[in-house]
């Protein structure tokens, strides 16, 4: 027997019997089949899956839950008598609804005049925070070096920093500015107060836009100031009305600045005017007192509803592709 044959009698006898079979030649790789999920695998995977999305949806409640509370019982107590706000059993709903509260509310103290103060101071305040703060941002997220991180730093540090530090000092450059019980050195005092924040928040906005953007702006012959104004600004619109909106209900809300810096009565912002229902001896009027808090509150919530969506669409009109 020669060679040749017994090594085609060797090919033979190893290759795979079966009609249609062709011989497998040598070197070529074994193709290894790859395991499929049981039904068994499957079943013991979904009960995981179901489970761990019931307990994200159990703490989503707990959470939403949690920060309905406050308001809920702020609203069904400013529509209660006060036969109702005395009882020992306090309802959910209350059993005769009433305006009475509101009315004594106005009556008492001027709403009108105390909301248009902290209208005008959150507004201005949070305008002159964005025009102020959207440069600056976009400074410290495209020049990365130790002065922009230590500025950077230092923004961080500065939130903090407590209220009744920084009090003092202010009210010492106010008073030598001759700013103290003035509207004008209120606004600053909130522009200064929510600058970091704000700031903050625009960084990271910036950030996310792709700098190729930019370049290619630049290739076009736009300077500095013209891609900021026409390329970047646009894509950071979302960043800068939820910035905004943030810091105009922290300016809404302020109480503390606010109480301290302003003396006179027509100048008094919302949340002092608040206070105002509290007696010398630390009794609330309460039904008078849920009602004033409760048109207080709504401002924010309302505005917060009629720009969330806006801020949604935006970032999604807003995204990029690299």
């Avoid at 005395?86 to 959910?92: A, D, F, I, L, N």
């Avoid at 600056?136 to 903090?160: D, E």
């Avoid at 960084?203 to 290619?216: D, F, K």
Wanted: proline residues 7%.
């Amino acid at each position: 027997m020669t060679a040749t044959e017994s090594t085609g009698g060797s090919e033979r006898s190893s290759a795979p019997r079966g009609a249609g079979s062709a011989p497998v030649p040598r070197g070529t790789p074994r193709r290894t089949s790859t395991p499929r999920r049981t039904s068994t695998s499957r079943r013991r995977a979904t009960p995981r899956r179901t489970a761990t999305r019931a307990g994200q949806y159990a703490a989503l409640l707990g959470y939403l839950a949690f920060l309905a509370f406050p308001f809920l019982w702020l609203l069904s107590t400013a529509f209660k008598p006060p036969r109702e706000l005395s009882s020992m059993h306090p309802t959910w709903i209350p059993e005769a609804p009433t305006l009475e509260n509101f009315r004594q509310a106005f009556a008492q103290q001027p709403l009108l005049a105390a909301a248009g103060n902290s209208l005008l101071a959150a507004a201005v305040s949070a305008l002159l925070a964005i025009l102020l703060a959207t440069p600056m941002a976009y400074v410290l997220a495209r020049f990365r070096n130790r002065l922009s991180r230590a500025a950077a730093g230092w923004v961080v540090i500065s939130q903090a920093f407590p209220l009744v530090l920084v009090i003092i000092p202010l009210f010492l450059i106010l008073k030598g500015l001759h700013l103290v019980d003035s509207r004008i050195g209120l606004i600053m005092v909130y522009v200064v107060w929510s600058l970091p924040f704000a700031l903050w928040m625009l960084t990271g906005y910036v950030r996310a836009i792709p700098r190729e953007l930019e370049e290619a702006a630049a290739v076009d012959g736009a300077g500095r100031l013209r891609t900021l104004v026409s390329v970047t600004a646009p894509l950071l619109a979302p960043g800068i009305v939820a910035t905004t909106l943030f810091a105009f209900i922290t300016a809404w809300n302020e109480f503390f600045f606010a109480l301290v810096l302003l003396k006179s009565p027509e100048k008094q912002t919302l949340p002092v005017v608040l206070t105002h229902f509290l007696g010398a001896e630390g009794v609330a009027d309460l039904g008078p007192l849920a009602a004033a808090a409760l048109l207080a509150t709504l401002p924010s919530l309302l505005l917060f509803a009629a720009i969330q969506r806006r801020i949604t669409g935006g970032m999604l009109a807003g995204a990029v592709k690299n």
